[in-house]
C-alpha cells in the first residue's frame, strides 16, 4: 500500500520531466527579434535596413572576431525569417522557424524523440490546419490588403472570399469543393481570398462575417453573402449573380445593324462572340464587365436560326468560337480572333490592344488621360492630334475626312481624337485661336501634355473643313514634329475635361437607395439578425414613439370634454402659423472676414457649417461682389451655408499662409506662380472652409475672356436674382466712372462665370479636400501696419 503511495509522485516527477525536457527542445532555438534587435511591430522597411547594418559589421570578411561567421549566420537567417509574411507569422503565433517544423514532423514521416503538446493536438484528426493553410495560404488576405487591393479590383473582376477558422469542424466538408471551384474560377479571372477569423477578426467584422464557415463575393466594394448548399454550380451561379444583368447583349439578324451603328453614341468599339452555347460562356461575362468602360459587347448564339445571315455576312466559322472587334466601320471587322479553347489571357490581349476607337471622342478626364498620357521620357512621348468641331450637320464632312486620314496613320507615337466645342467648351477656349469667329470653324491642334496638373505644349495647325489642302498641311506638321519636337511653342494649363457621360445626382440618389432596400430585403429573408438589430431597433423606436404620441394627444382631449373636436379643429386653423421659421432672403448677406469676424465666422463655426470666401481687391470689390451673389443666389436657402469675403490687399499673408499648410492645393497653382516668378493674383479665388474638420475645397477663376457686348458687371449684379447686402468696417470704395471702366474690368466679372457649377459639386460632396493641421493665428489675418 505504502509502494503504490510512493508510486504516484515518482509518476508525476517522471511526467513532468518529460514534459519540461520535450518543452526545452522543442523550443525555438534563437529569437530572429533579439537577433536584429527590432521590435515585433517592425515594418519591412526597418528591419531590412537593420540587417543591411548587421550583415555589414558581422561579415567574416571585414570583421575578424572568431564568433563573426556564427553571429553572420544567425543575422542571415533572422532576416529569411522576417523578411517573409508566412515565415514571420508562423513564427509570432508559435514561436517555431522552419528548422522545428511548426505544423508537425510526423506528417512527413521524420521521427521525433521528443513529446510536443501543440503538435498532437495538430495532428488531431478533426482539425486540418495543416491541409488548409498550404492550400490557401497563398489567398489568405489582411485587413490592409483586402481595403488596398481587393476593393479597388472589384470594380474589374468579381471576387469570391471563404471565411474560416482554425478549429470549424463544418470547414472540412466544403473543403473539396472549395478546392475544385477556386480552380476553375482563379483560370477565368475570379478573384478568390480566404479570411481566418482567429487572424483576421477585424476583417471578418469589416465584411459583417459572424459565422464560420462562410462564403462571400464583392464586387464594386459591394459585399453579398452567399447562402445555399456549397456545390459547384450553385457557387458558380453565385458569381455570375453577383455581375450586372446587361452585361452582353444578344445580337441576332433583327437588331444587329442597331447594336454596331451605336459605336457613335457610346463612343466605343464594339466585340461580337459568336458562339454554338445556348447561354453566354461566364469567362466572357467577366471580361465584358472587366472592360466595360471601354468596349460594348455582344453574344451571337450560333444554334439559332435567326443568326444565319450574320454568320454568312462574316464568314463564321461553326467549328470554333469567333470573336470580332468592329470601331467606326460597321462592315468590316477590325480585328478578329478564332480559336477551339478561349483562354483569358488570349481574350484580354486581344481585348485590351483594341480598347478604343480609331479617333475616339474626349468624353472624360480618364479617357483623355490614357489616350493622351502625360510625358515620362523621351522615348515615351505620345502627342495627341485633336479635332475641335461640332455635332451639326455642317461638320459631317470635315469629321469623316478627319477619319479617314487617321486611319492611314502608322506611328504609334500619335494618337488621334476629337472633341464637340459645345460640350468641352473650356478645353476648346483654351486652345482655339479663332474661338470668336462666327459661324465656329472645327480647328486641327497637336499638342503633348507636360505633367498631370494639365500644363500642355501645343501648335494649332489648321482650321479644318476636310480638303486635300488641310491633309496635307497636317500630314507635314506631323513630319516635321517627328524631327522637331520644339515646334510646339504654346503652352497653358488645361482644365479638366467634363464627363459626358455621368449620371444625374437624382438617379446616382435612385441607384443608391435600390441598393441599400436590396440589402435590407437580403438580410430579412435570410434571417441575418444580427446585421438587422440596429435598423429594426429604429424602427421600433419610431413606433414607439409615434404609438406615445397619439396616446397623450387622446388623453388630452379627453381632459376637456367641453370642447368638441369640430371646435379644436376650427381652433387649430385660426391658431396664426409659426412664426419662428426666418423668412426667405431676397438678397445674399456677405460678411468681411476680418480679425474680429474671424473666429466666429471659421475657427468656431458649428459642425457641419461651411463658409464660402470670396477673395478681391479694392478695385475688383464692387464687381466680384454683384458676379458673386448672382451665382450663389440659389444657395442662399441652405441654413449651414455663410458668405463671406476676403480683401487679399490687407489679409494677402494669411492667404498665402493657408495654400503653403494645403500642400495638395498650392500645387494646383505652382505652375502659374513660377511662370512668371512673380506673386500669385488670388482675385476672384473662391474657398469652402469647414471649420470644425479643418479642410478647404478651391475654386480657381476658369475664364477670362473678353466680351465688349456685354453690360457692366453692376447692371448684371442688379437684374440678377439676388442683391448683395455686405457688412464691412470699412466703406466702399467710391465708383468708377464708365470711362474709366477698362478691358480689365470686362473680364474680372468673368472670373466667376463657373462657380455655380462649383457650388452644385460642394453639395453633392465630390469635390476634392484639402486638409490642414491648424487655421492660421490671428497674427496673420491682422495686418501689420
Known amino acids: 500500500m505504502a509502494g503504490s503511495k510512493m508510486s504516484v509522485p515518482l509518476a508525476v516527477v517522471v511526467v513532468l520531466s518529460v514534459l519540461l525536457t520535450g518543452a526545452t527542445h522543442a523550443g525555438p532555438e534563437m529569437d530572429p527579434y533579439k537577433i536584429l534587435g527590432v521590435t515585433r511591430s517592425a515594418s519591412q522597411a ?75 493536438f495538430y495532428n488531431f484528426p478533426f482539425n486540418s490546419k495543416t491541409q488548409r493553410d498550404f492550400a490557401d495560404s497563398k489567398y489568405t488576405l489582411h485587413f490592409k490588403q483586402y481595403v488596398n487591393d481587393v476593393v479597388p479590383d472589384s470594380s474589374k473582376r468579381p471576387y469570391l472570399i471563404k471565411i474560416t477558422s482554425d ?82 447583349e444578344w445580337v441576332t439578324d433583327k437588331n444587329d445593324l442597331h447594336f454596331l451603328n451605336s459605336w457613335h453614341e ?30 460594348q459587347f455582344g453574344y451571337v448564339d450560333q444554334g439559332l436560326s435567326e443568326t444565319a445571315n450574320l454568320q454568312k455576312q462574316f464568314n463564321i466559322n461553326t467549328y ?18 478564332q480559336a477551339k479553347g478561349m483562354k483569358k489571357q488570349i481574350i484580354d490581349e486581344f481585348v485590351s490592344n483594341n480598347k478604343f476607337l480609331l479617333v475616339p471622342r474626349l468624353v472624360n478626364q480618364k479617357l483623355f488621360d490614357e489616350l493622351c498620357p502625360v510625358k515620362q521620357f523621351h522615348r515615351r512621348r505620345k502627342y495627341c492630334v485633336l479635332l475641335m468641331t461640332g455635332d451639326e450637320e455642317s461638320f459631317s464632312l470635315g469629321n469623316q475626312a478627319f477619319l479617314s486620314f487617321a486611319s492611314t496613320n502608322t506611328k504609334e507615337v500619335v494618337r488621334f481624337a476629337y472633341v464637340y466645342q459645345r460640350l468641352q467648351q473650356p478645353l476648346c477656349d483654351t486652345l482655339m485661336q479663332n474661338k470668336d469667329s462666327a459661324p465656329p470653324l472645327a480647328q486641327v491642334v497637336i499638342l503633348e501634355r507636360r505633367n498631370a496638373a494639365g500644363k500642355a505644349l501645343f501648335k494649332p495647325v489648321t482650321a479644318w473643313n476636310g480638303s486635300e489642302e488641310d491633309k496635307q498641311c497636317l500630314l507635314e506638321e506631323l513630319e516635321r514634329l517627328q524631327k522637331d519636337p520644339s515646334i510646339l511653342v504654346h503652352d497653358a494649363m488645361l482644365p479638366e475635361l467634363n464627363n459626358e457621360f455621368a449620371s444625374m445626382f437624382v438617379i446616382r440618389w435612385i441607384y443608391a437607395c435600390y441598393d441599400y432596400l436590396s440589402e435590407v430585403i437580403d438580410d430579412i429573408l435570410h434571417n441575418n439578425w444580427r446585421e438587422m438589430m ?34 379644436r379643429i376650427k381652433k387649430a386653423k385660426d391658431k396664426p402659423k409659426n412664426t419662428n421659421r426666418p423668412p426667405k432672403k431676397n438678397f445674399v448677406e456677405v460678411t468681411e472676414l476680418t480679425d474680429i469676424t474671424y473666429m466666429s465666422n471659421l475657427v468656431k463655426l458649428r459642425p457641419g457649417h461651411i463658409n464660402i470666401v470670396l477673395v478681391l481687391t479694392d478695385a475688383s470689390k464692387n464687381i466680384l461682389l454683384s458676379k458673386f451673389a448672382k451665382e450663389v443666389y440659389s444657395f442662399t436657402g441652405s441654413l449651414t451655408l455663410h458668405f463671406s469675403f476676403l480683401n487679399i490687399d490687407k489679409h494677402g499673408e494669411w492667404m498665402n499662409t493657408l495654400l503653403e499648410y ?36 478651391l475654386f480657381k477663376p476658369v475664364y477670362t475672356g473678353e466680351d465688349l457686348d456685354s453690360k457692366s458687371s453692376e447692371d448684371e449684379g442688379a437684374t440678377s436674382g439676388g442683391r448683395l447686402r455686405a457688412t464691412s468696417r470699412d466703406d466702399h470704395p467710391p465708383r468708377r466712372s464708365n470711362r474709366s471702366r477698362s478691358l480689365s474690368t470686362l473680364q474680372i466679372h468673368h472670373k466667376l462665370d463657373r462657380l455655380g457649377l462649383w457650388m452644385e459639386r460642394l453639395m453633392e460632396g465630390t469635390l476634392p479636400r484639402y486638409y490642414i493641421p491648424t487655421w492660421p493665428g490671428l497674427d496673420k489675418i491682422t495686418p501689420s501696419k
Open 534 to 567: 440596429p435598423l429594426l431597433s429604429l424602427i421600433f423606436s419610431a413606433l414607439f414613439i409615434l404609438f406615445g404620441t397619439v396616446v397623450i394627444q387622446a388623453f388630452r382631449f379627453g381632459s376637456n370634454p367641453g370642447i368638441s373636436v369640430k371646435q
Open 167 to 248: 478549429w470549424c469542424f463544418s470547414c472540412i466538408h466544403i473543403e473539396p469543393v472549395w478546392k475544385e471551384v477556386v480552380e476553375e474560377m482563379e483560370t477565368l479571372g475570379v478573384g478568390i481570398g480566404v479570411v481566418d477569423v482567429g487572424n483576421e477578426r477585424r476583417l471578418a467584422n469589416h465584411l459583417g462575417a459572424h459565422r464560420t464557415p462562410s462564403i462571400l463575393g464583392v464586387l464594386n466594394g459591394k459585399v453579398t453573402f452567399f447562402h445555399y448548399a456549397v456545390a459547384k454550380e450553385h457557387l458558380r451561379q453565385f458569381v455570375e449573380d453577383l455581375l450586372p444583368q446587361r452585361l452582353v
Open 320 to 337: 470554333a468560337p469567333t470573336m470580332l472587334i468592329f470601331k467606326e466601320s460597321t462592315d468590316k471587322p477590325a480585328d478578329i480572333i
Open 266 to 295: 457610346l463612343n466605343k468599339p464594339h466585340v461580337l462572340l459568336f458562339d454554338q452555347v445556348p447561354v453566354v460562356p461566364l469567362l466572357y461575362k467577366l471580361t465584358a464587365f472587366a472592360y466595360k468602360d471601354y468596349l
Open 46 to 120: 526597418e528591419i531590412k535596413k537593420v540587417y543591411k547594418r548587421l550583415a555589414k559589421e558581422w561579415h567574416p570578411d571585414k570583421n575578424k572576431n572568431p564568433g563573426a561567421e556564427d553571429m553572420f549566420i544567425k543575422i542571415t537567417k533572422s532576416y529569411e525569417i522576417l523578411s517573409s509574411e508566412d515565415k514571420r507569422a508562423n513564427y509570432d503565433r508559435y514561436g517555431q522557424t522552419d528548422d522545428t517544423q511548426p505544423y508537425g514532423n510526423g506528417r512527413y514521416g521524420q521521427h521525433q524523440d521528443t513529446f510536443n503538446f501543440d503538435e498532437s
Open 662 to 697: 494645403a500642400q495638395d492645393a498650392m500645387q494646383i497653382g505652382a505652375d502659374e506662380g513660377d511662370a512668371g516668378n512673380h506673386e500669385m493674383d488670388y482675385t476672384g479665388y473662391v474657398l469652402a472652409l469647414n471649420g470644425h474638420k479643418k479642410y478647404l475645397c
